[in-house]
Each structure stands twice: as C-alpha cells, then as structure tokens.
C-alpha cells in the first residue's frame, strides 16, 4: 500500500476533512487532523446541510455511518415553501413530501452542522483531532512537509491535505489562483428559540426552509436542530459593501432600517428576523473558483472541498462537494490502480476540477436566477419541474 509507513495530516476539520480522516483510517492509514477549534465543542456556524445520494450520502454509506445518520438527520426539514416579498406561498410541498425516503435518488435529507460534526467525530480513532492547531505556514522537508502551528510545537507530515476552506492557507503552496468575487452578499442571521423569538417565522418554516424571493433581492431561511432557525438575506452588491455599508452589524435597529429601505417592498411580517436575531449579522460576500483552474499535481500534498473549489451555495453542493472528494480522494490514495502517490492525487485533482467546475457553473446560474426580476417565476418553474 502506497500509504504504508506514512505519516498524514489534514489540515481543518470541517465535513470534508473528518470524513477522509474517516475513510482512510478504515483502510489503516495513519491520520491526524489539525483543527484551530479549541474543542469539540466549538459553535458551529451555518444552515444545515442537505446530503445528495451520489455524494455527501454516498460518504456516509462507505464510511459505515449511515444508521448513525438515520438517528440524526432532521425529518421534515427538506420541505420547503417558495414565496414572494409579502410571504405569500406560491409553492409548499410540505404535504406531499414523504417523511423519509433513503434509497430515493432525489432524497435529500438535512442534518444539522454540529451534529453531522459529532457523528464524524466519533466514528473516529482516538486522538485522531488534534484541537486548538492554527496552522501558519510548512517548509519542505526531505519528502514531506514541516507543519508549523501558531500554539504548538512544529509536526512533520509525509502528505499534507488541506481540507481548511475558502481561506485556506495551504491552498498558495499548490496554485497562485484565485477566487473571483460572484456579485452576491448574503448576510447571514441566527435565530436560537425560533418558536418564542419569531412566531410568525416559526410558523411560515414550519420545520422546513424557505425561499423568498421580490425585486431581485432573497431570504432563504431554514430550520435547524435545537429549535434554531438561520436566514439569509441575500442580494448583489459591490464586493467591499460590508466595510462601505456604515452599518454596525451588533445593531440590530440600525440593520432593520436598512432593511426597510434596502428591501422596501418587502411586507412587514419580515421584520421579525431582525428584532430577535442573536447578534452580530455575519456579511459574506460570495466567492467562486475560476472554472478552468489547473495546476501541476504534487507527490505529497493535495486539497479538497472549498479550499480547491470554493463556489457560490445556490446549488445545495458545497458540502456534497466535499464529502465525494474525500470519498474519491480515499479510493485514490489507497487503490493498486496508480503505482505512485502522485499519479494517485493526479487523478483525483483532474476528476475533482471536473466535478467542481459543472457544480460552480450550475451554482453561478442559480445565483443568476434567484437574484433576477422574475426570479419568483423562474425558481417556481424550476422546482415543479423537479
């Protein structure tokens, strides 16, 4: 085996990262995760995730966890209901969808960040995370890497791969290219007990997530585990909006005047996102990598999810994404098929840039759709075509 004697590290600790540790360890590779988590039990950010069959599922199911999914997705939280600005439903199916349906090609079952996280986790070796590691830069050394850490002693690697996202800092020791920005902001906001914060919210989700759309401006909103619901308000703006905008992001009166005048068609029944939103407003102007990205494969060092192909999240694929490149990258790294490490990450690299590029490029038009004049009309055909 190409791995035998070699020392791995992954750098991050997202989805994307525990689930290769995972997959490798059960081919009796050698891994450690370098996470800049202090703990487990670190809050974690973001919507929930909807895992596709022919991948982020697909994961799960040769990583031997699917039982352990079963008893932690979130049933019913793949409904969902597209609106307009006066939150009138124009489509819901959340009366002919079935509560689950795993097997189904179209199922797309949900599952909260923080608890997908702790299935990965502890399916794990022990002291396969090694916590509160903030990597800073590496040297090559004889044919590995010497990993340097901003708290921690220096550690020697065989194969580096960085699983450390948008931002990643290993990602400049492979390729010089960079993401582009999309046109899009999506201000993102959290609501912890939805039901007694936000009733009228609570009960236009219903559990599930919504789609709101009016005057080429967005909310998308979803249900998450322990009563939280999370939203987006998402809009095209200049790249630097956020540092341009004036506006305190911990305010949340000054966020909800801004939303009266940047979202001055929307009803009032919106402003219930803002009067009980746990603070600050998070900006997130939206990236993507070229396209056409390509660069020279290395022996001993490689990169997955959006560290390789950050992408705009209009097609539910980021963390999907992720998942098959841990899946293919694992069945590379340990297959009979490539004679040398290298020939194995080339192989992974050219599949994964195809993959990502089809992805990027579906997510750029959804963005494109969502954010037009009639993109009410466009999102509806859409979705009752599927």
Request: glycine residues 8%; negative net charge.
């Amino acid at each position: 085996m190409k791995l035998h004697n070699k020392k791995i590290a992954i750098v991050g600790g997202g989805p994307g990262g525990l689930t290769l540790a995972k997959l490798l360890q059960l081919k009796g590779a050698d891994v450690k995760i370098y996470e800049r988590d202090v703990n487990k039990n670190a809050r974690i950010q973001g919507s929930p995730l909807d895992l596709h069959d022919d991948s982020g599922l697909a994961a799960i199911i040769k990583a031997g966890l699917l039982e352990e999914f079963k008893n932690n997705f979130l049933p019913k939280a793949d409904r969902k209901k597209i609106m307009n600005e006066k939150a009138e439903v124009f489509l819901s199916d959340h009366e002919t969808k079935v509560e689950e349906n795993f097997g189904n090609p179209y199922f797309r079952p949900e599952i909260d960040r923080g608890a997908l996280r702790k299935i990965l986790l502890e399916s794990l070796e022990p002291e396969t995370v090694v916590w509160n590691s903030h990597f800073i830069s590496m040297d090559k050394q004889n044919e590995g890497w010497l990993m340097h850490f901003k708290n921690r002693e220096s550690v020697c690697a065989d194969i580096v791969i960085a699983a450390d996202g948008a931002n990643s800092k290993i990602r400049p020791y492979i390729t010089d290219i960079k993401a582009f920005y999309s046109g899009i902001i999506m201000l993102e906001g959290n609501i912890y007990d939805v039901k007694n914060a936000a009733p009228k919210m609570a009960e236009l989700l219903n559990g599930g997530k919504i789609m709101a759309f009016g005057n080429k401006k967005d909310i998308l909103m979803g249900q998450k585990g322990n009563g939280e619901a999370g939203f987006y308000l998402s809009f095209k703006a200049e790249e630097n909006w956020a540092a341009n905008s004036g506006l305190n992001f911990n305010d949340k009166s000054q966020l909800l005047d801004w939303f009266k005048t940047a979202y001055s068609e929307w009803d009032n029944i919106w402003y219930e996102l803002f009067e009980n939103t746990e603070t600050p407003f998070i900006p997130r102007p939206i990236y993507c990598m070229p396209l056409d990205q390509d660069w020279e494969a290395q022996p001993n060092l490689t990169m997955l999810g959006d560290a390789a192909h950050v992408m705009p999240p209009f097609a539910g694929e980021g963390v999907n994404m992720a998942m098959r490149d841990a899946l293919e990258l694992s069945g590379c790294l340990t297959s009979d098929k490539y004679p040398t490490l290298q020939e194995a990450i080339a192989a992974y690299e050219k599949n994964m840039r195809e993959r990502a590029s089809d992805a990027a490029k579906e997510s750029l038009e959804n963005g494109e759709r969502m954010h037009s004049q009639e993109a009410l009309e466009t999102m509806l055909e859409f979705f009752s075509e599927h």
